[in-house]
């Protein structure tokens, strides 16, 4: 099955500066990574995702990169808010195995005001 | 974005009562609905994938007993946690997706916070 790892586990930026949350995953057959966003007692929402035919996407502050050789998918975000402030999950997803999503263990985001 | 949501948002009771937990997609048919637990600041842990007019597959380890699933219809997939005990306190979640997607792409329910006492 795919295994996703997730640094750091915690970060915290001053606000305006950058965040940067690194996944790597072992499926070479995964082609689906999407980050989601969690804040404290609610459910996560979708921000971003990418397919693996696509290196980058970007959507205003937020960028995800794919090293589909290297295995790994990074999160960028640009001119931090204290209001992005969350635990953000990776994830990879196989199209044969279910419609299964495998997470990363989260990174726990503080943006300091 | 397409919207799952989860009822109740938080429930408390007794140690020994049967505690049900609705998610339904509002706008979309969901063939396909997760259920997952998550522990204070861990990550999700897939309980069961639950299947429209099918049994659901649970994971390794995850009493189906323990945890009954129905996905009576495309737009309802019902956790029942049976006679509960304080180790069932934790945080569940469930996701869809839609029928004809062919991504991964899933949206997630607000989740429901048990408290066994």
């Known amino acids: 099955g795919e295994n996703v790892e997730q640094h750091p586990s915690t970060l915290s930026v001053q606000e305006g500066d950058s965040a940067v949350i690194k996944c790597t995953y072992s499926?070479?057959?995964?082609?689906?990574f999407p980050w989601y966003k969690q804040e404290l007692g609610k459910g996560p929402q979708l921000i971003i995702d990418?397919?693996?035919?696509?290196g980058e996407k970007k959507d205003q502050r937020i960028a995800v990169t794919l090293n589909k050789t290297a295995k790994h998918f990074s999160l960028h975000i640009t001119e931090t808010q204290p209001e992005d402030s969350a635990v953000y999950f990776c994830a990879a997803y196989e199209e044969e195995d279910d419609y299964k999503l495998s997470f990363g263990a989260g990174t726990t985001v503080t943006v300091r005001a | 974005g397409a919207v799952v949501s989860q009822h109740p948002s938080r429930v408390i009771c007794k140690s020994g009562t049967s505690v049900k937990i609705e998610c339904r997609s509002l706008?979309?048919?969901?063939?396909?609905m997760f259920w997952y637990r998550q522990f204070p600041k861990k990550s999700l842990m897939l309980m069961a994938t639950s299947n429209e007019g099918s049994k659901a597959t649970y994971e390794q380890g995850v009493e189906k007993d323990k945890f009954l699933i129905n996905h009576a219809s495309l737009t309802l997939s019902t956790l029942t946690v049976t006679s509960a005990h304080p180790e069932d306190s934790s945080f569940y979640i469930c996701?869809?997706?839609?029928?004809?997607?062919?991504?991964?792409?899933?949206?997630f329910g607000e989740g429901s916070r048990l408290t066994v006492l």
């Open positions: 706008d979309f048919q969901a063939t396909t």
């Open positions: 499926d070479s057959a995964s082609n689906y």
């Open positions: 996701s869809a997706r839609g029928a004809g997607w062919n991504t991964g792409e899933l949206f």
């Open positions: 990418i397919r693996s035919n696509v």
